[in-house]
C-alpha cells in the first residue's frame, strides 16, 4: 500500500517562500512521474508541477519562475520549492505519484499566502 505523506505547509505574507516535501512509503517500485496539485476553495484541482523519473519537468504558467520541483528518486521523494509567495497560491497543495496504470495521492498540506 503505497502512502504519500506532505509536510511543510504553513502560513506566509506575501513575497516569501515555503518548501514542501512529499516522501512515498510502502513501496519499492519506481514512480515515472511525481509532482504536486493545489485546489483552493471553489476550484479544481489543478496541476501545479509534475517532473518525471528522468528529470522532465512541467509547470503551470501562474508559477513559472517563481516555483521550483525537484525529486530524489533513492528517497522515493518530490519537493516543491515556492518562492515570491503570492495570495493567489493560497489552497491545499497535494502530492501526486504516478506508477502505469496506478495514481497516488498524499492528504494535502495547506499553504495560506496573506496579503
Known amino acids: 500500500q503505497v502512502q504519500l505523506v506532505e509536510s511543510g505547509g504553513g502560513l506566509v505574507q506575501a513575497g516569501g517562500s515555503l518548501r514542501l516535501s512529499c516522501a512515498a512509503s510502502?513501496?519499492?517500485?519506481?514512480?515515472?512521474?511525481m509532482g504536486w496539485y493545489r485546489q483552493a476553495p471553489g476550484n479544481q484541482r489543478e496541476l501545479v508541477a509534475t517532473?518525471?523519473?528522468?528529470?522532465?519537468?512541467n509547470y503551470v504558467e501562474s508559477v513559472k519562475g517563481r516555483f521550483t520541483i525537484s525529486r530524489d528518486n533513492a528517497k522515493k521523494s518530490v519537493y516543491l520549492q515556492m518562492n515570491s509567495l503570492k495570495p493567489e497560491d493560497t489552497a491545499v497543495y497535494y502530492c501526486?505519484?504516478?506508477?502505469?496504470?496506478?495514481?497516488?495521492w498524499g492528504q494535502g498540506t495547506q499553504v495560506t499566502v496573506s496579503s
Open positions: 510502502g513501496s519499492s517500485g519506481i514512480f515515472n512521474a
Open positions: 501526486y505519484a504516478r506508477r502505469i496504470p496506478w495514481e497516488y
Open positions: 517532473i518525471t523519473f528522468s528529470g522532465s519537468i
